[in-house]
């Protein structure tokens, strides 16, 4: 009789396994703490945040320097960027979990049977939750709220892009666990690993629960490709906004500006401007202009082309192509097309559209309706900016990422979605006939 050996293991993929080991050691620990435990942890984790925000500050200046020494986009350092009151702001997010309701032991569903069984599905933690993701150091701070919050050990691979801010992030953070009695082990990074560490966490299957890569699209299908850990896809956001017929000017202008300037590199700001050929004379020559004041670079279409040029006074745009639909640009950029009818922006968003937001604007209510329901993506708005798609905006705290897939979570995912249920069969004495 033979037996199979297990491959052997590098040092490096050997490491990680031993930080998800110890992660499900402490995940045990907080799947059975109470929330006040984890409530009292999160207010230390926001304070020691705070005490520690010129350490935290000054790592982020290193991790600056590289980013700016590197070419890297103003849109990705400012989604790098911390400052004291980003810190102040992100310690003030875990206060805000603290604040929300415990998710572990809902009882989601239950009933009694006719033969005397009680039955309830409650939820209960993930366990382990993995993180990848990249030049996002307050995301560092988020996984680790939301997992303690949902009972979960969180194990993060935030890039070499914040290596300096994830360091001393970290750090602060396992101290403050440590202060009030929780394992240290609740929070750990991989980040000395590097990339073969990231793909060692994609293969740890059995001891990591859930893997949630937050990123570009690279980074999310690489993950999605290669990971044998369950994972739960985040999407990139080429998100739309829809100037239907008859829409208001006065409240058109004002959506479109915020979902596209308000903060340019973050996966909820619009990319693709689609207007109604008759809302073109009301809206179209005033939003270019005020797009092209905001620094907005235009990539249109011939006939938004034409309006740029005679009605909106000459402001400059650039030929759209193919790729311009598609593009998540993540800076001052947006794409701009005239339509003829809702169903042609329906059918635009449909085949470029990456899943994650879109948003009407109009005064129709049957537009509205066809809107939400015939576009196959996680949030639809109706005369609102896509910017509003954010777990903070919608109630749910920090969010772990956005979920454009359709299985177990879609759309922000706050403490209810860091958790699975387990069915509960409450007898006396029960044998099946």
């Known amino acids: 009789m033979t037996t199979t050996a297990e491959p052997q293991k590098t040092d490096v993929e050997q490491a990680v396994r031993d930080v998800a080991r110890r992660a499900k050691v402490a995940g045990r620990v907080l799947g059975r703490a109470t929330r006040a435990t984890k409530d009292a942890a999160l207010h230390t984790m926001a304070d020691a945040l705070v005490a520690a925000a010129d350490e935290i500050v000054a790592a982020n200046a290193l991790d600056l320097e590289a980013g700016r020494a590197g070419g890297m986009s103003p849109g990705l350092l400012d989604r790098l960027a911390l400052t004291t009151a980003r810190v102040g702001a992100i310690a003030d997010a875990l206060r805000e979990l603290a604040g929300l309701p415990d998710p572990v032991g809902e009882v989601v569903r239950g009933s009694t049977l006719p033969n005397g069984i009680r039955l309830r599905q409650v939820r209960v933690p993930m366990g382990v939750v993995g993180m990848i993701y990249e030049a996002r150091p307050n995301v560092t701070v988020d996984a680790a709220g939301l997992a303690l919050k949902s009972g979960n050990a969180a194990i993060l691979r935030g890039g070499s892009a914040a290596l300096h801010s994830n360091t001393v992030i970290v750090e602060v953070l396992r101290g403050a666990l440590e202060k009030v009695g929780l394992p240290a082990d ?101 939003a270019l202009r005020a797009l092209h004041d905001a620094g907005v670079t235009l990539h249109v279409d011939d006939r938004t082309a034409a309006v740029a040029r005679e009605a909106a006074g000459g402001v400059p745009t650039v030929p759209a192509t193919e790729e311009d639909w598609a593009t998540e640009y993540l800076s001052l950029d947006l794409a701009v097309r005239v339509v003829d009818s809702l169903d042609d922006a329906i059918e635009h968003i449909l085949r470029w559209s990456s899943g994650h937001t879109e948003a009407i604007v109009t005064a129709d209510l049957a537009s509205a309706e066809r809107f939400t329901t015939e576009l196959d993506s996680a949030v639809v708005a109706v005369n609102a900016s896509t910017r509003f798609t954010d777990g903070g905006q919608f109630g749910l705290g920090a969010e772990i990422g956005i979920s454009t897939q359709k299985m177990h979570a879609r759309g922000p995912m706050g403490l209810a979605e860091l958790t699975t249920t387990v069915w509960h069969v409450l007898g006396d004495g029960h044998v099946r006939p």
């Open 186 to 286: 609740a929070v750990q990074s991989i980040d000395a690993f590097g990339r073969p560490g990231a793909v060692a966490l994609m293969h740890a299957r059995g001891l990591v629960d859930l893997l949630v890569p937050r990123g570009g699209a690279d980074l999310i299908q690489t993950v999605v490709r290669e990971s044998s850990v369950p994972v739960v896809e985040t999407g990139v956001g080429n998100c739309h906004v829809y100037v239907d017929a008859g829409a208001d000017p006065a409240m058109a202008l004002p959506i479109v500006l915020n979902s596209k300037t308000q903060r340019v590199g973050v996966c909820n700001a619009a990319e693709t401007l689609l207007v109604h050929g008759d809302a073109v004379d009301a809206f179209l020559p005033a």
